[in-house]
């Protein structure tokens, strides 16, 4: 199966929307998440084509080899990743109002651009599928209709649109020392032509574009009037599932392109470090359940971030270990805001008013800061491992910051846990959630529960897709088939 | 035109994009009036490509174009600035008429596009205030505690 | 925020020098590693455009101009959104004076004929989809500002734009069971310089010159409507 479905439908799917809308709205309706179970299973069948032996293939597009073409290296790293997108959209899509065209159209395009994303090999493609990505969440941050989500929304694009234009100079840096866009094809070239000041310039730059959806500080200020004025579930697909994808870009020319580079891990790992500090100490701070949801967003973002910035597989398998935890759980605790947003005082004796919803608020929050045997305590125990097993000064102060952030996080998550549970209530009490909410996190909550009890077979794929994606070599090797014969190096068979 | 003629093209281009770039930035950043951060951002767009487009410049190059058939006789310009470029313009112009239409319904529903009269206004909205720069919730009503600071 | 302001000119003006020592240590002319020659030598044969970067926007860099359209779609859906429908007793701006309102009927066949000539000689000369799409947009604009109770019908517009978009993608997918290859070019490359030559390429630029006048249309049409104040 071409990984090439995987962008085209969706893509197709949205641009005949609004037509197949006209005709009939039970049929447009169903379009959508028809689309994304074909994309869920077409990703599942090429998961199972990446044999061992066999390894990840490239696809290069139009027919001509890289590095001329765009080309899309299909590995069990991307793959897993478009999954996340994928069930994360169609979970999130369950409940939906049917009728609203335009929203829909918007996810269908942000599930396509993700998916390009994930896959390409080439720097301006990534640019091009990032820009889908953002301009489709600018519309669908705006959503909602009140002037302060306008309001915020605007000051989300212009904060993204500045980090897009300095992406674009940090690849036009790139391909004036380079000449080449290929990411296999910097690959090689990097060592001798990118280590040096314009490399990490390059760097920095693109670091900042990709930061803003990503949430790295400092360019992380959109997120709290966001969060604050977005619909929830829309919330929850940017800060839940977009944020990742932003991450394994900069994840993937880490690897690449800037293997050796220590200046530019230690860059990312600082600025892990800042949101990790700044998230948490804000989230203590919050009054309010949307504003302590997204600023412990930010800091689990941190973490991944800080977890990226281990070099070699240690680092990715716990990125990506605490990439799909944050993923299932903040949707998941997203679904609560539109009956428990507010002052955190109304939440007093919410156990009263309904224990299920009271215990999967727990649940949840309890596997956000890490407690055994819920699969947040894996996730960041993989982190300290890895982080650990480095000894370089930098990487033991960004344990020590973990540390301190977990025992905040367990700080104010104790304290809305002992309200939730108080005797006494206020005037305005919060009211249950409705069944469209409740059944994306209960649906959120089995998968977590499942993941709790496979954590043995997880955490030995999850081994394998780190192993596989950690090496640059591995990355080169297989896409060379589909690379052009003036450019294979000397070196290569 | 020899190689130092040619330098000079290099280098009066480089340095306006640099100077589109930075005054695009300075622009976004100072500016209160939401139109002038939006020219801002398009002066940063245009930078950004000026430079992109100088990246292919050849010394005395000619437009890669095929007249009747035959390659030109002189070297040719790299084609690639060329089709980024072209992108870069089309997905910019696309975020500009987004951003103005979010300003046009942001001017709707406040009646200004002053930036720090917007924040005033939307915190007093939602029962906030900002302090350092994060809105922080009150448990009381607005309005009393902003005029209890504004006499203090 | 005058610390903020400090701060922010300290940062860009250290970015500034950064920049600046970068672009110091910029090669100038030709790179050894670069694609744009070996590109400048294959395009002819492999692809046989007479204009070589319409070869890299629609062969090479085919999924580029997907994602282009992509975008435009994304805005315009988004504005749509953000915008909505224009209520209907909101009262239409006034007409222009008689001057611009003839000039904009008698250039509106110039433009049509400018914007079609551009859409269907991209792969010879300068321009392409999305110039020609920009001044056929134009086209169907101005009559509007010269007369804005003459509305554009926005469900033609729409139905235009999505299945020029939808024409662009199966046109992909042909090649892809064609050929194996998803947007490979199609109908091998024909004469160089010919106006039926380099096989699909003119009709992928159709389809997104029509796209990208549709939507463009679409897009200034809904702003003008959008009245500024309730």
């Keep these: 199966m071409n990984a090439i479905w995987l962008v085209a439908l969706p893509l197709l799917g949205a641009f005949l929307l609004p037509i197949i809308y006209r005709r009939s709205t039970m049929l447009g309706y169903w379009t959508g998440p028809f689309i994304l179970l074909v994309n869920l299973a077409i990703a599942f069948e090429i998961w199972r084509s990446i044999t061992p032996e066999q390894g990840p293939h490239s696809i290069a597009m139009g027919g001509f080899k890289a590095p001329l073409g765009i080309v899309f290296y299909v590995d069990k790293l991307a793959l897993l990743f478009i999954i996340m997108v994928v069930l994360g959209t169609l979970i999130l899509w369950l409940g939906n109002k049917i009728g609203k065209i335009r929203e829909e159209t918007l996810l269908l395009l942000i599930v396509g651009g993700s998916c390009g994303l994930a896959l390409s090999g080439d720097l301006f493609n990534i640019y091009v599928f990032y820009e889908i990505v953002a301009v489709a969440s600018y519309g669908l941050a705006a959503s909602r209709g009140t002037g302060a989500g306008y309001a915020a929304s605007l000051?989300?694009?212009?904060?993204?649109?500045?980090?897009?234009?300095?992406?674009?100079?940090?690849?036009?840096?790139?391909?004036?020392?380079?000449?080449?866009?290929?990411?296999?094809?910097?690959?090689?070239?990097?060592?001798?032509?990118?280590?040096?000041?314009?490399?990490?310039?390059?760097?920095?730059?693109?670091?900042?574009?990709?930061?803003?959806?990503?949430?790295?500080?400092?360019?992380?200020?959109?997120v709290p009037e966001v969060y604050a004025t977005a619909p929830p579930r829309v919330s929850a697909l940017l800060g839940g599932i977009i944020s990742k994808l932003a991450l394994l870009v900069i994840l993937r020319f880490l690897v690449l392109i800037y293997a050796d580079n220590t200046e530019a891990h230690l860059l990312l790992l600082n600025l892990g470090i800042l949101g990790v500090i700044s998230g948490e100490l804000a989230a203590l701070r919050a009054t309010d359940l949307r504003q302590v949801l997204a600023y412990s967003s930010i800091a689990q973002l941190g973490l991944v971030a800080i977890a990226f910035a281990i070099p070699g597989p240690a680092g990715i398998m716990a990125g990506t270990a605490l990439a799909l935890h944050h993923a299932i759980v903040k949707p998941?605790?997203?679904?609560?805001?539109?009956?428990?947003?507010?002052?955190?005082?109304?939440?007093?004796?919410?156990?009263?008013?309904?224990?299920?919803?009271?215990?999967?608020?727990?649940?949840?929050?309890?596997?956000?800061?890490?407690?055994?045997?819920l699969p947040g305590f894996w996730a960041k125990l993989l982190l300290l491992k890895g982080a650990l097993a480095l000894e370089n000064s930098w990487y033991i102060f960004a344990i020590a910051i973990v540390l301190i952030a977990t025992v905040i996080e367990?700080?104010?998550?104790?304290?809305?846990?002992?309200?939730?549970?108080?005797?006494?209530?206020?005037?305005?009490?919060?009211?249950?959630?409705?069944?469209?909410?409740?059944?994306?996190?209960?649906?959120?909550?089995?998968?977590?529960?499942?993941?709790?009890?496979?954590?043995?077979?997880?955490?030995?794929?999850?081994?394998?897709?780190?192993?596989?994606?950690?090496?640059?070599?591995?990355?080169?090797?297989?896409?060379?088939?589909?690379?052009?014969?003036?450019?294979?190096?000397?070196?290569?068979? | 035109m020899t190689i130092e003629e040619t330098a000079w093209i290099y280098i009066l281009s480089y340095s306006g994009a640099l100077g589109l770039i930075l005054l695009g930035i300075i622009g976004m950043v100072i500016s209160r009036h939401l139109i002038r951060i939006i020219l801002g951002l398009m002066l940063l767009e245009a930078g950004v490509n000026l430079f992109l487009i100088t990246i292919g410049y050849r010394a005395n190059g000619v437009a890669p174009i095929?007249?009747?058939?035959?390659?030109?006789?002189?070297?040719?310009?790299?084609?690639?600035?060329?089709?980024?470029?072209?992108?870069?313009?089309?997905?910019?112009?696309?975020?500009?008429?987004?951003?103005?239409?979010?300003?046009?319904?942001?001017?709707?529903?406040?009646?200004?596009?002053?930036?720090?009269?917007?924040?005033?206004?939307i915190a007093q909205e939602s029962g906030t205030r900002i302090v350092d720069g994060i809105p922080v919730s009150l448990p009381v009503p607005a309005t009393r505690q902003l005029v209890e600071e504004k006499s203090a | 925020m005058n610390l903020r302001e400090i701060t922010s000119l300290i940062f860009i003006f250290g970015l500034g020098f950064l920049l600046y020592a970068v672009l110091k240590t910029l090669p100038y002319g030709e790179i050894v590693t670069g694609i744009g020659p070996v590109i400048l030598d294959r395009a002819p044969e492999e692809v046989g455009t007479a204009n070589i970067v319409a070869s890299v926007l629609l062969a090479y860099r085919g999924l580029d101009t997907l994602g282009e359209l992509t975008v435009l779609f994304v805005a315009a859906t988004a504005i749509g959104l953000v915008l909505g429908q224009r209520r209907p007793d909101t009262p239409y701006d006034p007409e222009a004076g008689f001057i611009l309102r003839s000039a904009a009927d008698l250039l509106f066949p110039f433009l049509i004929v400018v914007g079609a000539y551009i859409?269907?000689?991209?792969?010879?000369?300068?321009?392409?989809?999305?110039?020609?799409?920009?001044?056929?947009?134009?086209?169907?604009?101005i009559p509007l500002l010269a007369s804005p109770a003459s509305s554009l019908n926005h469900h033609v517009s729409s139905l235009i734009e999505g299945?020029?978009?939808?024409?662009?993608?199966?046109?992909?997918?042909?090649?892809?069971?064609?050929?194996?290859?998803?947007?490979?070019?199609?109908?091998?490359?024909?004469?160089?310089?010919?106006?039926?030559?380099?096989?699909?390429?003119?009709?992928?630029?159709l389809a997104v010159g029509l796209k990208v006048g549709a939507e463009l249309a679409g897009l200034l049409a809904r702003l003008s409507e959008t009245e500024a104040s309730d």
């Design chain 1, 155 to 222: 000051r989300f694009l212009i904060l993204s649109a500045l980090g897009s234009s300095l992406l674009l100079l940090g690849i036009a840096l790139i391909y004036a020392v380079t000449g080449t866009l290929n990411l296999s094809h910097l690959a090689e070239l990097a060592p001798e032509h990118l280590n040096n000041t314009v490399g990490l310039v390059a760097f920095a730059l693109m670091l900042i574009g990709l930061g803003v959806k990503a949430e790295l500080f400092p360019i992380n200020t959109w």
């Design chain 1, 332 to 373: 998941a605790l997203f679904m609560f805001i539109e009956a428990w947003g507010g002052q955190l005082s109304r939440l007093a004796g919410a156990a009263k008013v309904s224990m299920l919803n009271s215990i999967l608020f727990l649940v949840l929050t309890l596997s956000l800061v890490g407690i055994p045997p």
């Design chain 1, 410 to 493: 367990t700080a104010y998550f104790i304290r809305i846990a002992r309200l939730m549970f108080q005797h006494d209530k206020p005037e305005k009490p919060v009211s249950a959630l409705e069944s469209r909410e409740l059944a994306p996190a209960l649906a959120l909550l089995g998968l977590l529960l499942f993941s709790a009890l496979a954590v043995g077979p997880i955490g030995k794929s999850l081994t394998a897709v780190a192993s596989e994606a950690a090496d640059k070599n591995v990355y080169i090797e297989h896409t060379s088939p589909v690379f052009h014969e003036s450019f294979k190096s000397s070196t290569k068979p």
């Design chain 2, 66 to 121: 095929l007249v009747d058939g035959q390659v030109p006789a002189a070297i040719m310009v790299d084609p690639i600035p060329q089709a980024l470029v072209l992108t870069a313009i089309v997905i910019g112009v696309a975020v500009q008429a987004l951003a103005l239409a979010l300003v046009v319904k942001t001017y709707k529903a406040y009646g200004t596009l002053d930036t720090q009269e917007l924040a005033e206004k």
């Design chain 3, 119 to 141: 859409i269907l000689h991209g792969h010879l000369t300068p321009g392409g989809g999305f110039q020609g799409g920009a001044i056929l947009a134009a086209a169907f604009f």
């Design chain 3, 163 to 205: 299945l020029a978009g939808a024409a662009f993608i199966i046109i992909g997918l042909i090649a892809l069971f064609g050929k194996e290859y998803f947007l490979a070019p199609l109908f091998g490359t024909g004469e160089v310089g010919e106006l039926f030559s380099a096989g699909s390429l003119p009709l992928l630029y």
